[in-house]
């Protein structure tokens, strides 16, 4: 069971599926020819994307070459390099001997060493934490193939935060309770082609990481699995290369006949010391957040961390116009790309030993619009200007003029209006959620719509329209579906609409004009 030379890998062509080793996925990859991954998860997509382009990156920088188009036989002999001494070895799935390293499984060098947990399927092992087992239930594949145990131990080590006593959490992360976006500009869905892409501006970005302050090696470790852990010391990053492949967990599989298996053995520090830079170790798939930077906070540079919400509009709106973000050459176009782009978003939310939920957003950047949000033009400061303004109008939309009309329905329409109500404020949280989840699948298709050369006021007032279609939407719902005092319910049905028109215009007055005009041709 050799990554190397075993046919591990499920995947599928448009004419057939395959098993493959790692170097031929390589290969294939690079004619661009994979449709999709069999046995896959959705939330260990991006997790393998990012191994696999990590790994060619550091295979051809140490070859000198650029191009990651190449045959199996390269991928190979690049891979076996990396693996130093150890050889094929290091890419064993599974190792019965734990004091040699095996795929991300570091040597384990204790004596007598006592695992704190042992694992029968590979979705137990994954990083995934469900309450109560509600969520996605565990322990459901118990014979699976054995590339759902490379995708669980890939998605375990490198994207797992700070998990209790014992269960460390990776450097790329904003503290060990934070999460791990991946956050790319991509041309295609294609894994080939995205992989492609990725790698290129990889290279890129790896020869400005060794120029700069965080002390990286080109010929340092890559493969951190190599490495002994004895669960106290950890690497400094100017051990490692740029692209290192780390692991946060000391894990080891074996095989009992036909089946495997996985322990974990405690550790009582992180593998890699980076926790002072709150994830900011030069990972080109996570943004920078600069948003505390200056505002009486701490103001340091911190890794992007997503809320317990997910991904928003709020936050993609940063992304996509590098809004107090500094992002990578992983987010932004290489100069001979052209056409229509998609800025891609992941990020699987943690809580306490729980998982809050796997988020990803992708907003499809028309061609017309590249050069509005790419290149420092006036035009991108109009677009950058219409996008604030827009989100400004959806908190009054959403605060000012529907809530207290809501609110009002479900009080029984009372002569002063109490925003302090349990009852009302938690039927009203789950209303604002329908409301956002309406305004954010329009707010990117309305702000690229708008024609170069756009007046400002006329793009707000068609943005209003809409805000104001999905208001009356979710208003309608409360009204219908909502209870309210029976005596009342004619008072009420009644004040929730001269409520809201009355804030509506407001709050918007320039809308009157449309509504004038509507009455008019009536």
């Known amino acids: 069971?050799?990554?190397?030379?075993?046919?591990?890998?499920?995947?599928?062509?448009?004419?057939?599926?395959?098993?493959?080793?790692?170097?031929?996925?390589?290969?294939?990859?690079?004619?661009?020819?994979?449709?999709?991954?069999?046995?896959?998860?959705?939330?260990?997509?991006?997790?393998?994307?990012?191994?696999?382009?990590?790994?060619?990156?550091?295979?051809?920088?140490?070859?000198?070459?650029?191009?990651?188009?190449?045959?199996?036989?390269?991928?190979?002999?690049?891979?076996?390099?990396?693996?130093?001494?150890?050889?094929?070895?290091?890419?064993?799935?599974?190792?019965?001997?734990?004091?040699?390293?095996?795929?991300?499984?570091?040597?384990?060098?204790?004596?007598?060493?006592?695992?704190?947990?042992?694992?029968?399927?590979?979705?137990?092992?994954?990083?995934?934490?469900?309450?109560?087992?509600?969520?996605?239930?565990?322990?459901?594949?118990?014979?699976?193939?054995?590339?759902?145990?490379?995708?669980?131990?890939?998605?375990?080590?490198?994207?797992?935060?700070?998990?209790?006593?014992?269960?460390?959490?990776?450097?790329?992360?904003n503290s060990g309770f934070g999460n791990r976006p991946i956050v790319e500009l991509i041309r295609s869905r294609q894994p080939g082609q995205r992989w492609i892409d990725a790698v290129t501006r990889l290279l890129e970005h790896r020869s400005a990481l060794l120029k700069g302050p965080f002390g990286y090696k080109p010929d340092g470790?890559?493969?951190?699995?190599?490495?002994?852990?004895?669960?106290?010391?950890?690497?400094?990053?100017?051990?490692?290369?740029?692209?290192?492949?780390?692991?946060?967990?000391?894990?080891?599989?074996?095989?009992?006949?036909?089946?495997?298996?996985?322990?974990?053995?405690?550790?009582?520090?992180?593998?890699?010391?980076?926790?002072?830079?709150?994830?900011v170790v030069g990972d080109p798939w996570l943004p920078i957040d600069l948003k505390d930077i200056g505002s009486g906070k701490k103001g340091v540079a911190k890794a992007l961390?997503?809320?317990?919400?997910?991904?928003?509009?709020?936050?993609?709106?940063?992304?996509?116009?590098?809004?107090?973000?500094?992002?990578?050459?992983?987010?932004?176009?290489?100069?001979?790309?052209?056409?229509?782009?998609?800025?891609?978003?992941?990020?699987?939310i943690r809580g306490q030993g729980t998982t809050d939920?796997?988020?990803?957003?992708?907003?499809?950047?028309?061609?017309?619009?590249?050069?509005?949000?790419?290149?420092?033009?006036?035009?991108?400061?109009?677009?950058?200007?219409?996008?604030r303004r827009a989100l400004e109008y959806v908190a009054i939309m959403r605060d000012k003029v529907l809530k207290p009309s809501i609110l009002a329905f479900l009080l029984g329409a009372p002569d002063k209006l109490r925003f302090d109500r349990d009852f009302a404020n938690d039927v009203w949280k789950g209303l604002s959620r329908k409301f956002d989840v309406l305004w954010s699948a329009d707010y990117f298709r309305w702000l690229f719509s708008v024609p170069d050369g756009f007046n400002e006021m006329e793009g707000l007032r068609s943005w209003v329209d809409i805000l104001q279609d999905h208001a009356l939407t979710v208003l309608e719902e409360a009204d219908s579906a909502l209870p309210v005092r029976t005596g009342r319910k004619y008072k009420a049905q009644n004040q929730i609409r001269r409520r809201f028109w009355g804030s509506f215009f407001a709050n918007f007055p320039f809308m009157r004009r449309d509504h004038h005009e509507l009455d008019a041709e009536s």
Not at 324 to 342: A, D, R
Not at 362 to 385: T, W
């Open 1 to 173: 069971m050799n990554l190397l030379y075993d046919p591990i890998f499920r995947v599928q062509t448009s004419e057939q599926q395959l098993s493959l080793s790692l170097p031929a996925l390589f290969e294939l990859l690079g004619k661009n020819v994979v449709d999709h991954y069999e046995g896959l998860q959705k939330h260990q997509h991006d997790a393998f994307h990012v191994f696999l382009c990590y790994l060619a990156g550091a295979v051809l920088a140490r070859t000198n070459c650029q191009d990651p188009v190449q045959n199996e036989e390269f991928w190979r002999n690049g891979l076996l390099r990396l693996a130093g001494r150890y050889g094929k070895d290091a890419w064993e799935l599974v190792a019965e001997d734990i004091s040699c390293p095996a795929f991300m499984q570091p040597p384990i060098l204790d004596n007598n060493p006592r695992s704190s947990a042992v694992f029968t399927t590979p979705d137990e092992l994954d990083l995934l934490q469900t309450a109560k087992n509600h969520d996605i239930k565990r322990m459901r594949a118990a014979d699976t193939p054995l590339d759902a145990w490379v995708y669980a131990l890939i998605s375990l080590q490198t994207m797992s935060g700070f998990l209790g006593k014992g269960n460390q959490g990776i450097s790329r992360m």
């Open 357 to 387: 939920g796997f988020y990803e957003w992708e907003v499809e950047i028309p061609e017309r619009k590249v050069r509005s949000i790419f290149d420092r033009s006036k035009e991108r400061d109009e677009l950058v200007s219409l996008s």
């Open 221 to 279: 470790l890559v493969l951190v699995w190599l490495e002994p852990w004895d669960g106290k010391t950890s690497l400094q990053l100017s051990e490692l290369d740029p692209c290192y492949i780390e692991i946060c967990r000391r894990i080891r599989l074996s095989r009992d006949g036909g089946s495997v298996s996985a322990q974990s053995f405690p550790a009582e520090s992180p593998r890699i010391a980076a926790k002072e830079l709150a994830g």
């Open 305 to 348: 961390t997503f809320p317990p919400t997910g991904i928003t509009a709020e936050y993609m709106q940063r992304l996509i116009f590098e809004e107090q973000m500094e992002l990578t050459v992983l987010q932004k176009p290489l100069p001979n790309w052209h056409g229509s782009y998609l800025f891609s978003a992941s990020v699987l």
